[in-house]
């Protein structure tokens, strides 16, 4: 694994040396803003300590990122690297699981998102787009990260989960926005049992605990019925594939779904509407492509806002064996961590990274290793494809009906749970063309 221009070094790369506390915050708080500081003052590769005895090493380099990615599962943990995830997503996530266990669950949902599932999901996209779209508030600014936090979550709710109109849904709704909508300090509470018995973190598993008992509801509602066999949606596909299969897991399928597959999208479709604003001659192009049912551009402004405005800063992988990465040979337990901020915005990666240009992604593909979302390798995720028709759904929904202009100045990115939102909702005004 050595490179051939990186002697090996043993031990960790060069670090902050803040006390693991001080650190710690600022990783959960403001790592979009440090992390670039301390790639400038320590390297491509610098080691952050954190609260718990958890070492995490940052890459940039496009060549460190790609070895992460093809390593063997069996070394380099995703699972055990998100493991601050599981006490929401649950043991049986595909975010948790490692190596033949994620292998299992990752083939029994990939049918859910294949390119015949995601054909048959086109109309309800569409519609609820459509719906969603009508009603935006006209002449006056408001913040559009709510808007798209609303229609992402209902479309998991409707076309993936197939749940109907009633109570139920009633109540999961905001249930499920309470659960995400947390600080980055917040999120310790997921690691550490203890904190629950206190304010914010109390309240955080009680509403966790509620969301959970309407979705196990629906699950034993599910299991009953007569037709489960001509539904389409992933609950339904699962209970046919497998009649037995334990509630539990399919609660954390749902659960992960449920939060990975609808904050993030909403969160890059609200910074592509935010650049769109700002950007006239990028908007009107959006606009015809809309208007001509230009789906590939309109990908193409999403991936760019992924690119400038990437919604989690970066990923993580547990070794499990002493590993040579960056020209370090790296102990057992460390977390290599592939940063999607920096790589994402480094010059030496794209030309003039802090201007939003959707043509980069027009009839051409990034170097592997420079956009990386959806991460890599047999971690990919596996609603990337979901995520970028639906996204072009709504966007093509949205500037079919409106001109956009920008509200103050560009907004910056704050953290909410581990995701990076902006930090005044993407505020727009949108007039009718």
């Given at each position: 694994m050595t490179h051939v221009?990186?002697?090996?070094?043993?031990?960790?790369?060069?670090g902050p040396r803040l006390p693991r506390v001080v650190q710690t915050v600022l990783f959960l708080t403001s790592r979009a803003l440090v992390s670039p500081r301390w790639r400038a003052r320590y390297g491509d590769a610098f080691t952050v300590r954190l609260a718990?005895?958890?070492?995490?090493?940052?890459?940039?380099?496009?060549?460190?990122?790609?070895?992460?990615?093809?390593?063997?599962?069996?070394?380099?943990?995703?699972?055990?690297?998100?493991?601050?995830?599981?006490?929401?997503?649950?043991?049986?996530?595909?975010?948790?699981?490692?190596?033949?266990?994620?292998?299992?669950?990752?083939?029994?949902?990939?049918?859910?998102?294949?390119?015949?599932?995601?054909?048959?999901?086109?109309?309800?996209?569409?519609?609820?787009?459509?719906?969603?779209?009508?009603e935006w508030p006209v002449g006056k600014p408001f913040a559009t990260h709510r808007t798209m936090n609303a229609v992402t979550l209902e479309i998991i709710l409707r076309v993936v989960f197939g749940m109907a109109d009633g109570d139920r849904l009633t109540r999961l709704r905001p249930l499920?926005?309470?659960?995400?909508?947390?600080?980055?300090?917040?999120?310790?509470?997921?690691?550490?049992?203890?904190?629950?018995?206190?304010?914010p973190w109390k309240r955080n598993a009680e509403n966790l605990a509620a969301a959970d008992a309407l979705l196990y509801e629906e699950i034993a509602e599910r299991r009953a019925a007569a037709d489960l066999d001509s539904r389409g949606d992933v609950l339904s596909r699962l209970l046919a594939a497998d009649p037995d299969a334990p509630a539990s897991q399919l609660r954390d399928h749902?659960?992960?779904?449920?939060?990975?597959?609808?904050?993030?999208?909403?969160?890059?479709?609200?910074?592509?509407?935010?650049?769109?604003?700002?950007?006239p001659r990028v908007l009107r192009a959006a606009q015809a492509a809309a208007d001509a049912g230009d789906d590939e551009y309109l990908q193409a402004v999403t991936k760019e806002a992924m690119r400038l405005r990437?919604?989690?800063?970066?990923?993580?992988?547990?070794?499990?064996?002493?590993?040579?990465?960056?020209?370090?040979?790296?102990?057992?337990?460390?977390?290599?961590?592939?940063?999607?901020?920096?790589?994402?915005?480094?010059?030496?990666?794209?030309?003039a990274p802090e201007e939003?240009?959707?043509?980069?992604?027009?009839?051409?593909?990034?170097?592997?290793?420079?956009?990386?979302?959806?991460?890599?390798?047999?971690?990919r995720c596996i609603g990337a494809g979901f995520s970028l028709q639906e996204a072009a759904?709504?966007?093509?929904?949205?500037?079919?009906?409106?001109?956009?202009e920008p509200v103050g100045p560009p907004?910056?990115?704050k953290s909410r749970n581990i995701t990076l939102i902006p930090a005044k909702g993407a505020k727009v005004v949108a007039r009718r063309r």
């Open positions: 221009d990186l002697p090996v070094r043993e031990g960790m790369p060069d718990g005895g958890r070492t995490i090493v940052s890459l940039s380099r496009p060549e460190d990122i790609r070895e992460v990615f093809a390593g063997a599962p069996s070394v380099f943990r995703a699972g055990e690297g998100n493991a601050v995830l599981a006490p929401v997503m649950g043991p049986d996530s595909l975010l948790i699981l490692d190596e033949d266990a994620h292998l299992a669950a990752r083939k029994r949902l990939m049918p859910a998102f294949n390119g015949a599932a995601l054909r048959g999901y086109h109309d309800m996209m569409t519609r609820l787009a459509e719906e969603t779209a009508e499920i926005n309470k659960v995400t909508d947390i600080s980055g300090v917040a999120v310790l509470g997921w690691g550490f049992p203890k904190l629950q018995r206190f304010w749902m659960m992960t779904l449920l939060l990975a597959g609808h904050e993030t999208t909403a969160t890059a479709l609200a910074w592509s509407l935010h650049e769109l604003s700002r950007d990437p919604v989690i800063y970066s990923v993580a992988r547990k070794l499990t064996e002493p590993t040579v990465i960056a020209g370090h040979r790296l102990p057992r337990g460390t977390v290599v961590s592939p940063s999607i901020g920096i790589v994402q915005r480094d010059p030496a990666n794209f030309d939003f240009r959707p043509e980069r992604f027009i009839g051409a593909s990034p170097e592997a290793g420079t956009w990386i979302p959806f991460g890599g390798g047999v971690r759904a709504i966007l093509k929904a949205v500037l079919v009906r409106y001109d956009l907004e910056s990115p």
